[in-house]
């Protein structure tokens, strides 16, 4: 039963033939919204056909996206790569639906306005403030309808604040504050009308100007001009959707996400999409409108035995989503027969695109372009059909139910898909990253700045289930960092033994820690595949990874090829994963991941700098230093004469050259060890630190050269704090001496005789100046005496100290 109580059609799990091997692989299917046996449709169990939905482009992709989609290619990376499926993975973008249609229409107006006013010294003409502030006034009566009528730009600022308090400051949406979708709208609008009202009233030259009032024209100049546009004319749709989806692949690239086998686009698919809803309509599931609308028939659906909304019943009367699967340009009165049913072909309004069809001119629905092109290139059934999980509902149930209306005949039910799958959401403070609400950062900009790589984004999605959202914390970076850098080491250090073992041909005895880190391989060999198996659970395999190389960093007297060994398994699984751009699965000769080495330009003068490097410092710690030896060695460190020195590789030749010259001064004034320690150090912490190279120290080995890291950056930060502490309490604990010792001089120069006559305490005293009487006229009590006998003396002696060392001066 469906969680509305009605009675759900049965999900029928496919059958393998029985000569067929397939791994035990569970999928979670949004179907059965349980873990369901994985059979494919081919009879050979080889061939896996996928449609995924895809972007619709008309802005840049951001990090939501990268969730979805990184998510996905890594699931088809297991499935092709561990498994070993032959997946088709059909996607598509969308070119066409209602935001390309208001955002291509509103760039071409806007970018026609500012063709027409333009002026040769790019001032602001009358024209286009008059213009500008009527749209001003138009958006803020139609975004924020609390503000008076006849608020001006110049009072804009002061009455947003007293109308909409904290909400109108600049600076309300502060770092872990609890904040809702309808406050972080609020504050886009907010922004969006104050940087207009910034704009009139300090115009400054044209091209300033438009890039703070862009977001007030473009609904104001559609609203005057839009309807206007040639419905026959797709240009300016098509150019904005090619631009986006090209710039959607190159992040995609960016990020290591697989191209798709095949792309498909609804505007190359129209006459498709036209033939589909023909064939609904036949079918008793699909009626047409006066105004030339098709829209889907729910009722007759059902009555035919088919059920409606699968994947989340819940949300069926739910008239917000509904309306929000429509789209924005589609609200309003319909002529259709039931509030639930949905377009599968819409009118087009004037100056919205239009393509031919037996209802006149239109455009396809949103929802029939994925069950067209899907049905197109794909057939009949699809094993599995995948998106974002706020795609269940309306999108992919209704996917569902046009497909099945599509392709049922004389009464035989057709199982349409048999998996759904559905990523998990990436949250920002509670809140999905959404480009209505200005909560998000593009992948362009967040691996621009470099606080996240490729790698470290997959490697944050890998940590968590595919199916479940996330939560961007500093928790999640620290997690992150850590596994990272764990295998950065590790890496290196396999990779480091690696090169040494090509270069001998002693064969290591294996000895009991080599026999228990093997069998801790295969037991982890084991762990991975079920942990895949269960539903693609990369969380766990995570784990697994971790706790083999915090065992195999533990052990003791281990053989090189241990090592090398799980170095090797790891990273073809970190391939599989997506992990490396560079991964070459075919090779059994690969260890690690790119970004391991240096750059190439700085090879040829950071090996020799390092191989110097160790020379010296073996030579001033061995107690016997040979300056004769040392200069030397700075005379043979030379690069091949046949290595040019391109720009790139410059700061590295100066580097290695400054060195030598420096090395060479100090033998030559036969300076002590501990100087030329200290310009080994400084090569190290400082000159290769800035060049963004590490040399890490080891005990009677060379010194192992690698690039930066996160880890690394933070652990010498942390070093720093504390040492900046440390100095901080040292001086802290200095001074508080300094002035301790400064006090005690000063009380030394007062005389024991006057030291109780100035505070008013005491009437009188003895002839050694010790107080008898106070100043109530009480005898001082022989215990009090005592104390001040006491203090007393120690005064005497301090002041005779004073005497002397006065006299002596």
């Known amino acids: 039963m469906a969680s509305d109580g009605r009675k759900q059609p049965p999900w029928h799990a496919p059958k393998a033939q029985p000569d067929v091997q397939l791994p035990k692989l569970k999928i979670y ?17 080889k061939v896996v056909t996928w449609y995924g939905c895809g972007p619709t482009v008309y802005e840049d992709a951001h990090l939501g996206h990268a969730k979805n989609y990184v998510s996905t290619d890594i699931v088809r990376r297991i499935m092709k790569d561990y498994f070993g499926f ?40 009358e024209s286009v403030l008059a213009e500008t502030k009527a749209a001003f006034q138009k958006f803020i009566g139609k975004n924020l309808p609390d503000l008076p009528s006849d608020t001006t730009p110049e009072a804009f600022s002061e009455a947003a604040v007293k109308t909409y308090k904290e909400n109108a400051q600049p600076s309300s949406a502060t770092e872990g504050q609890a904040v809702t979708v309808t406050d972080l709208l609020l504050r886009a609008r907010i922004a969006t009308a104050r940087s207009a009202a910034e704009a009139l009233q300090a115009p400054g030259k044209s091209p300033e100007f438009f890039s703070k009032t862009d977001e007030i024209l473009l609904p104001y100049l ?51 999409v036209v033939s589909f809803v023909e064939q609904i309509i036949t079918n008793g599931f699909g009626y047409s409108t006066p105004d030339g609308s098709v829209y889907f028939d ?99 149930d209704n996917e569902l139910a046009q497909s099945e209306a599509y392709w049922t005949h004389q009464g035989c039910q057709v199982q349409w898909t048999n998996y759904f799958i559905h990523m998990g959401q990436l949250r920002i403070r509670g809140l999905k990253m959404s480009k209505s609400l200005k909560n998000f950062t593009t992948i362009r900009n967040v691996l621009a700045e470099k606080d996240w790589t490729a790698r470290s984004l997959r490697i944050s999605f890998l ?62 060999k084991s762990d991975v595949d079920a942990a895949l198996c269960d539903s693609f659970n990369t969380s766990a395999v995570m784990r697994i990874i971790t706790d083999l190389v915090t065992e195999s960093n533990s052990a003791t007297g281990l053989s090189d090829q241990t090592v090398i060994s799980i170095a090797q398994w790891i990273t073809r699984i970190t391939t599989i994963f997506g992990l490396d751009p560079e991964g070459d699965l075919n090779s059994t000769e690969r260890i690690g991941w790119s970004g391991l080495d240096i750059p190439a330009q700085a090879q040829p003068y950071i090996y020799p700098a390092a191989e110097l490097r160790d020379k010296i410092r073996n ?29 790139s590789s410059k700061p590295y030749d100066q580097l290695l050259q400054q060195f030598r010259t420096d090395v060479k001064d100090l033998a030559t004034k036969e300076a002590p060890a501990k100087d030329l320690l200290a310009l080994c150090d400084q090569l190290r912490d400082v000159h290769l630190w800035n060049l963004g190279i590490y040399l890490e120290d080891r005990n009677n080995q060379a010194a192992l050269v690698r690039p930066l890291d996160k880890l690394l950056v933070e652990a010498r930060a942390e070093q ?6 440390k100095a901080k309490a040292k001086l802290e604990k200095e001074a508080k001496e300094a002035e301790r010792e400064k006090e005690l001089r000063e009380r030394a120069k007062i005389d024991p005789l006057q030291m109780f006559r100035t505070s008013g ?19 001082v009590s022989k215990s009090r005496r005592k104390k001040l006998v006491k203090d007393w003396e120690k005064q005497k002696k301090i002041h005779e100290q004073w005497l002397a060392t006065q006299k002596a001066a």
């Not at 299917?29 to 449709?41: A, E, M, Y």
């Not at 935001?99 to 027409?116: C, P």
């Not at 899907?374 to 974002?388: C, F, L, P, Q, T």
């Not at 710690?621 to 060695?633: A, M, P, W, Y």
Request: charged content about 30%; some cysteine; overall charge negative.
């Open 720 to 725: 720093e704090s504390a040492s900046a502490a």
């Open 298 to 396: 729910i009722d007759s659906f059902e009555k035919a035995g088919h059920s409606y909304s699968r994947l989340e019943p819940w949300n069926k009367n739910d008239r917000e989503l509904q309306a929000d699967g429509e789209g924005s340009l589609s609200k309003g009165k319909s002529a259709k027969r039931n509030e639930n049913d949905f377009a599968l072909w819409k009118a087009s309004k004037p100056g919205e695109p239009a393509w031919p069809s037996p209802w006149g001119r239109g455009r396809p629905g949103w929802h029939i372009e994925c069950s067209a092109m899907a049905s197109e290139v794909i057939g009949k059934a699809i094993d599995i059909h995948s998106g974002g999980v706020d795609l269940r509902f309306p999108h992919h």
């Open 619 to 647: 030579l001033a710690r061995s107690g016997s230093l040979d300056h004769t030896s040392i200069v030397k060695l700075t005379e043979e460190s030379t690069v091949a004469a046949s290595t040019p020195v391109v720009e």
């Open 463 to 524: 940590l968590m289930p595919w199916q479940d959202g996330i939560e961007v914390t500093d928790e999640l970076m620290n997690a992150v960092v850590g596994w990272e850098g764990k295998l950065n080491n590790f890496f290196l250090k396999s990779l480091d033994l690696w090169k040494n073992s090509k270069s001998t041909t002693t064969t290591q005895e294996l000895g009991d820690a080599d026999k228990q880190l093997l069998s801790s391989l295969e037991k982890a």
């Open 86 to 125: 032959r997946v088709k993975f059909v996607m598509n973008t969308t070119d066409i639906d209602d935001k390309i249609i208001l955002k291509g229409r509103q760039q071409y107006l806007l970018a026609r306005f500012k063709q027409e006013n333009a002026t040769a010294d790019e001032s602001v003409s």
């Open 761 to 779: 305490e005491f009437s009188q005293w003895d002839e050694n100046g010790i107080p008898t009487v106070d100043s109530a006229g009480t005898e």
């Open 29 to 45: 299917n949004s179907l059965t919204r349980s873990k369901d046996d994985f059979v494919p449709i081919d009879p050979a169990g």
């Open 222 to 272: 559609d609203g005057l001009h839009g309807a206007e546009m040639d419905s026959n004319d797709h240009k300016m749709y098509l150019e904005l959707t090619s631009k986006f989806e090209r710039r959607f692949f190159e992040d995609m690239g960016a990020l290591n996400v697989l191209y798709p086998d095949e792309l498909t686009r609804v505007t190359e698919y129209v006459p498709q």
